[in-house]
Nanobody, 122 residues
Framework: QVQLVESGGGLVQAGGSLTLSCATS????????MGWYRQGPGNQRDLVAV???????NYAASVKGRFTISRDNAKNTVSLQMSSMKPEDTDVYYC????????????????WGQGTQVTVSS
């Protein structure tokens, strides 16, 4: 069973920093694009950042220059360093994988973590 488990969420003041981590199991990690999404109440889930299996990164315009995504293929983890945080960064953050698992290596599919709450106070 593929698992994505986020950690590191919490409460931070505006201007502060927070780092989210996502530990995975069951993925052929190097064959997955790893990303972070966020979703507020009543809103759609939006891409924050992605780190492709080819080594490319992409960020939402609203976080570019403030957030940094990284991945450790040896530890099967992906992280999101958030700095200069703003109240509008308040959301539930989800770890996402798109690619292949050991359970179904020929099938390309998407996996989600359970989410972690990030709250930025003004």
């Amino acid at each position: 069973q593929v698992q994505l488990v986020e950690s590191g969420g919490g409460l931070v003041q505006a201007g502060g920093s927070l780092t989210l981590s996502c530990a995975t199991s069951g993925l052929i990690f190097g064959k997955n694009d790893m990303g972070w999404y966020r979703q507020g109440p009543g809103n759609q889930r939006d891409l924050v950042a992605v780190f492709t299996d080819g080594g490319n990164t992409n960020y939402a315009a609203s976080v570019k220059g403030r957030f940094t995504i990284s991945r450790d293929n040896a530890k099967n983890t992906v992280s999101l360093q958030m700095s200069s945080m703003k109240p509008e960064d308040t959301d539930v953050y989800y770890c996402n994988a798109k690619g292949h698992s050991y359970y179904n290596p020929t099938v390309h599919r998407e996996y989600w973590g359970q989410g972690t709450q990030v709250t930025v106070s003004s």
